[in-house]
C-alpha cells in the first residue's frame, strides 16, 4: 500500500488535533467525509491519506478485526481525481482495483473496485479508445471478484452518457441493457435510454 506525499502536518492542522490526544482513524475519516460532503476535495484526500495511516498503525497494534486502510486509500483517490489532480488520484485507484478485498476479509467492500474504475473512466472520458480499454477492463476485473460491471446505478447512466458521445455500440448496449432492466422512472433516465435505442437502431 503505497500512499503519495501529502502535508500531515496540514491535514492534522484540518482538524485541529492536538499532539497529545491524536484521533483514530475512524475520526479521522469521519471527518474527510463531512469536507468531500461540503465539495472540499483537496481537504478531504489529505485526510483520507492520515486514516489510511492511522488504520495501519492500529491494525498491527490489533489485528483482531480486519485492516480499513484500503478504504481509506480508495477515498483518498476518489477524492484527489474529484479534485482534478488526476496523477496522484489514479495510482490510489489502481491499488484498490487491484486489492484483494474478499482475501483480507473486506469481501462487502469489494465494489469499491467498481468505484476505483469509475473514477479512471471518467478520466478517460475525452479519450475513446482508452475509454473502451478501460472498460473492458473494468467488466473483466469485475467478474473475477463476482461483479457485473457495472452494479452501481448512478454510474451506469454517466457511463452510458460518455459512451453514447463517443459512440461505443457495445458499451451503450451493455449500459443500457443494465439501465432498461430496472425500470427506470425518471424522465431524464428514460430520454437518455431513448437516445441510446436511436443510436444502436442507425446504421453502423
Known amino acids: ?22 484521533f483514530s482513524a475512524f475520526d479521522v475519516a469521519s471527518r474527510a467525509h463531512q469536507r468531500q460532503d461540503r465539495k472540499l476535495h483537496a481537504e478531504a484526500a489529505m485526510l483520507f491519506c492520515l ?12 489485528q483482531s478485526k480486519p485492516n480499513q486502510a484500503m478504504n481509506h486509500l480508495v477515498r483518498a483517490g476518489i477524492a484527489f481525481n474529484r479534485a ?7 495510482p490510489l485507484l489502481r491499488q484498490a482495483i487491484a486489492f484483494d478485498w474478499a482475501g483480507h476479509g ?9 468505484w476505483g474504475f469509475f473514477q479512471l473512466l471518467l478520466n478517460a472520458r475525452g479519450e475513446p479508445e482508452r475509454f473502451a480499454q478501460l472498460f473492458d477492463e473494468a467488466v473483466a476485473r469485475c467478474a473475477e471478484i463476482g461483479r457485473d460491471y457495472t452494479a452501481i446505478h448512478p454510474h451506469q447512466e454517466e457511463l452510458l452518457e ?16 443494465r439501465i432498461a432492466d430496472r425500470r427506470p422512472s425518471k424522465k431524464a433516465v428514460k430520454e437518455l435510454l431513448a437516445r441510446a435505442k436511436a443510436l444502436l437502431a442507425a446504421p453502423a
Request: hydrophobic share 45%; glycine share 4%.
Open 1 to 22: 500500500m503505497k500512499l503519495p506525499t501529502y502535508d500531515r502536518d496540514a491535514a492534522r492542522a484540518l482538524i485541529k488535533e492536538k499532539a497529545d490526544a491524536p
Open 84 to 90: 482534478a489532480q488526476a496523477e496522484t488520484a489514479e
Open 106 to 114: 473486506l469481501a462487502q467492500d469489494s465494489h469499491m473496485v467498481e
Open 162 to 177: 460518455i459512451a453514447i458521445g463517443i459512440g461505443h455500440r457495445p458499451i451503450v448496449e451493455r449500459l443500457a441493457a
Open 51 to 62: 486514516a489510511t495511516e492511522r488504520a495501519e498503525a492500529e491494525h498491527r497494534a490489533d
